[in-house]
């Protein structure tokens, strides 16, 4: 089974499942298709995690490709320019480059194709064209003065004509292809490992590193209305290597649920089904007022600690203290019947939390039409500018894998024209305010908001589900895990059924604004809950009645026998495939 955000990466999984590949051969090759196909959603400059197991070892694993801070991006240096908050696009937000090297590491130990016929897809693709889905165009069309004005080498590839392209018009990457077909070329060495390990150091120190250091050393416009060089070397890629770590892991109703660590946002979740845990089964419907409030409750206080102790800088959180059922029973009482505007993160380790001045003050500007260059994720509003990417992948071993890829989006930061991608921007979730967890630190990993989910029982996994969605990634994926644990939907109503999320905690991406209190619903939540939201305090914004949510989902029916998946219809892009 192969299910994603855009049609033609779950094609593509299943195609290489079909001749033989594993769920890794297969998740890698898709990956590299949502770079062509999704653009505006990620790049390979961008950054990715991931949750998988293998047949062989049950034990959940975290793929760790988010890239860190290069050497020069100091929060001193970014002070000195002028700036009082990481911008939301150009080169100073750029992390090291992450995806591509997790997904070539995901590929030597756990595939078992060769690299020329992993990418060769997507090669395909770049070189001979793909249809532009409404959102690129939509999101190129946003950009489009900015290129012309600032991003000329932007302007040269996404608007053929000077003119934004239409729906449904072929698009085409040729250097893209071109720096994938050199990459291909370099896969030399005695074994399979040796091959892909070749090309991962033409990557990181060879002519994509060379490009990318002499592309960021020109001062260009970043979303601060300010000109700036980036500070990324080829030393800083030549440094980075992507790695494995072990999952940080919670239970929930007789289920584990596997995350990343707190460098990311995924223990987030675990808090708010930790505090849920305590609650009877009849109130934890989310399509309920009761079941509704308490979901955006619970997401508030998990979303306050998130801010206050996430992070690598300084001393890491403990994510069995924030799971603590002293400290969860403690969180949970502050849960009223009423909704709190408040930012109310947790005493943890004896020691008080801290928010950056910034979070706390809520001194960030409102969002305009100018912002369209940072994450192109939910606004406040609900208006959705464009998304991250997410896929699933089981084979009939039993391998599965979890994956959210992001950033390195085409507006994020100027094409490099001898490569045909960006740069990220995932620097924009650290904060210049010294002393915090996630202060902006020379070598240290941005908090990422990439937040794939892996679901075990006593057999091992049942679940890889994930979403793209910034913030709302762990608030839309708590929705699914309520809807299937505990209120008995097979996983596609689950995905189908009405979508909410709090916008009450400061966004972790630029210009960090918070809504205090707010919550943004899709209509068909029903307009008695609806009012009874209000009526507790909630600030609703109503979105529409198919807006909110960008779920996928693959799973194992040990029980059954079959594998099974299910695709988000909202936007009519997503799909889920199997045999």
């Known amino acids: ?43 390979p400059g961008g950054d990715m995690t991931a949750v998988f197991a293998t047949a062989d070892d049950r034990t959940p694993r975290v793929l760790d490709g988010q890239g860190p801070a290069p050497a020069g991006a100091s929060a001193a240096h970014y002070r000195a320019e002028g700036l009082d908050r990481v911008p939301g696009a150009g080169a100073l937000a750029a992390a090291i480059p992450g995806a591509v090297d997790a997904w070539w590491l995901l590929l030597r130990d756990h595939g078992s194709w060769e690299i020329g016929d992993v990418l060769a897809p997507a090669i395909g693709y770049a070189r001979d064209g793909v249809p532009a889905v409404p959102r690129v165009a939509s999101t190129i069309g946003a950009v489009a003065d900015l290129f012309r004005q600032h991003w000329p080498t932007s302007a040269a590839l996404w608007l053929p004509g000077n003119r934004p392209p239409r729906r449904g018009e072929v698009l085409r990457n040729p250097a893209w292809a071109d720096t994938l077909t050199r990459l291909v070329a370099a896969a030399q060495g005695p074994d399979r490992a040796a091959r892909i390990d070749a090309v991962r150091t033409v990557w990181a120190e060879g002519f994509v590193a060379e490009a990318v250091a002499a592309s960021v050393r020109a001062p260009h416009r970043h979303s601060s209305g300010t000109d700036h060089a980036g500070v990324l070397t080829v030393a800083d890629t030549a ?6 770590t072990d999952a940080a892991v919670g239970e929930f109703r007789g289920r584990r649920v596997a995350k990343t660590p707190a460098w990311g946002q995924g223990p987030a979740l675990l808090a708010a089904l930790a505090v849920l845990e305590g609650f009877d089964d009849a109130d934890l419907d989310p399509s309920s007022e009761t079941g509704a409030h308490l979901v955006l409750e619970a997401t508030k206080l998990a979303q306050a600690d998130r801010d206050a102790w996430f992070g690598e800088s300084g001393d890491p959180v403990d994510v069995g203290a924030l799971l603590a ?47 369209a260059v940072g994450e192109p994720t939910v606004t406040l509003a609900g208006e959705t500018r464009g998304d991250t990417c997410h896929l699933d992948v089981v084979d009939r071993a039993g391998n599965i894998v979890s994956a959210t890829p992001s950033g390195g989006w085409l507006q994020s930061s100027p094409t490099i024209p001898e490569l045909g991608f960006a740069l990220g921007t995932r620097l924009q979730m650290t904060w210049l305010q010294e002393g915090l967890p996630a202060t902006l630190t020379p070598g240290r990993r941005p908090r990422t908001t990439l937040t794939p989910t892996l679901v075990l029982d006593d057999g091992g996994p049942v679940t890889a589900v994930g979403s793209p969605g910034g913030d709302q990634q762990d608030q839309w994926q708590l929705l699914y895990l309520l809807r299937t644990l505990v209120g008995g939907y097979d996983p596609q109503q689950a995905i189908d059924a009405p979508a909410l999320h709090s916008t009450s905690a400061p966004s972790s991406f630029w210009p960090r604004q918070r809504e205090p209190g707010g919550a943004v619903v899709e209509d068909r939540l029903g307009a008695a809950v609806i009012a009874g939201l209000e009526r507790r305090g909630h600030r609703v914004t109503r979105s529409g009645p198919w807006t909110l949510g960008r779920l996928s989902a693959v799973g194992i029916d040990r029980a059954r026998g079959v594998l099974w998946g299910a695709a988000n219809p909202r936007g009519m892009q997503g799909y889920a495939v199997g045999r």
């Open 1 to 43: 089974m192969a299910a994603s955000t855009h049609w033609a990466a779950s094609a593509t999984a299943m195609g290489v499942l079909e001749r033989g590949g594993t769920a890794f051969d297969a998740a890698v090759a898709a990956a590299f298709v949502l770079h062509v196909v999704e653009p505006h959603l990620n790049g």
């Open 239 to 244: 440094g980075y290597r992507a790695r494995v």
């Open 325 to 371: 059922p002293d400290y969860v029973a403690e969180r949970g009482a502050l849960i009223g019947e009423t909704a709190s505007p408040d930012l109310r993160p947790g005493r943890l380790d004896g020691r008080d939390p801290v928010l950056a001045d910034l979070a706390v003050a809520d001194s960030a500007p409102a969002l305009t039409g100018g912002a």
